[in-house]
């Protein structure tokens, strides 16, 4: 099979339970808002299942590059967070993906960012997403492997996520497939995939294992494996801002 067919080939996941890093751009701490390639020009949708249907392995499907064409989530109704400084982000799905509607992307993804063990934790940070046209600081994309190298400016790189100056990009291959160190456990490590970009759009760098036997810092490169921790998609997993060594 020629490269070119096979990066047109789709690849399918069946999971059953909803829910890495590699380079990331150096980029000026927190500021101002950046778009992203052109998702405001899409509609904002939202889906919903039966209880029934809501049991049943969910089937992630998507090409290895996708158009570049967004749905972009409506704004949400809350804060996330008591106090610290306020961050608005964007949610947005490639129009490629199937089986994970930007509303339910969107769902997960805050929930994770409203968690007391995330980054709201320390008091720093507060979290609102808005929709389409407003302002944010930063976006988070659900994207194929090929448009999420358009976006890391890393086109070799199909297996990490990233985060690129405002952009905090998501592999959606990871996203379906998860990695080893998170094996049947695909929503923790959702949780951590979100929690990892966030935490560099914070201004935070990698981290490495502290000890083994140890949880890993959520800064830890988990999705390039553990080195000996144990797996933790939270910063605050105690209530204490938890770090390893600097690995940058």
């Known amino acids: 099979m020629t490269l070119r067919l096979y990066r047109r080939v789709a690849a399918v996941v069946a999971v059953g339970v909803v829910g890495g890093c590699g380079t990331t751009a150096a980029t000026p701490p927190p500021g101002s808002a950046q778009s992203p390639r052109s998702p405001s020009t899409a509609q904002s949708t939202s889906t ?3 209880t029934a249907a809501a049991r049943e392995p969910v089937r992630i499907s998507f090409p290895q590059d996708g158009s570049g064409r967004w749905v972009v989530a409506a704004a949400g109704n809350e804060t996330a967070g008591a106090k610290g400084r306020l961050m608005r982000y964007r949610v947005v799905v490639e129009r490629d993906i199937r089986g994970v509607s930007v509303a339910g992307f969107a769902a997960a993804a805050g929930a994770t960012l409203a ?17 389409p046209g ?12 090929g448009t999420r190298g358009e976006l890391c400016g890393d086109g070799s790189d199909g297996y990490t996520s990233c985060r690129n100056g405002a952009k905090v990009v998501l592999n959606v291959a990871r996203w379906a497939g998860g990695v080893p160190g998170y094996r049947n456990n695909l929503r923790a490590y959702r949780q951590y995939m979100v929690n990892h970009e966030v935490g560099h759009r914070l201004g935070h760098g990698h981290n490495l294992c502290p000890g083994k036997g140890r949880l890993g810092p959520v800064m830890l490169q988990q999705t390039l494996g553990l080195h000996g921790c144990k797996p933790n998609p939270w910063p605050y997993p105690d209530g204490e801002l938890y770090r390893g060594p600097s690995g940058q």
Request: proline share 6%.
């Open 115 to 131: 968690d007391p063990r995330g980054w709201t934790g320390g008091g720093q940070w507060r979290f609102r997403r808005v929709g």
């Open 48 to 50: 919903s299942t039966t």
């Open 134 to 145: 407003q302002k944010s600081d930063f976006t988070l994309y659900l994207a194929t492997p």
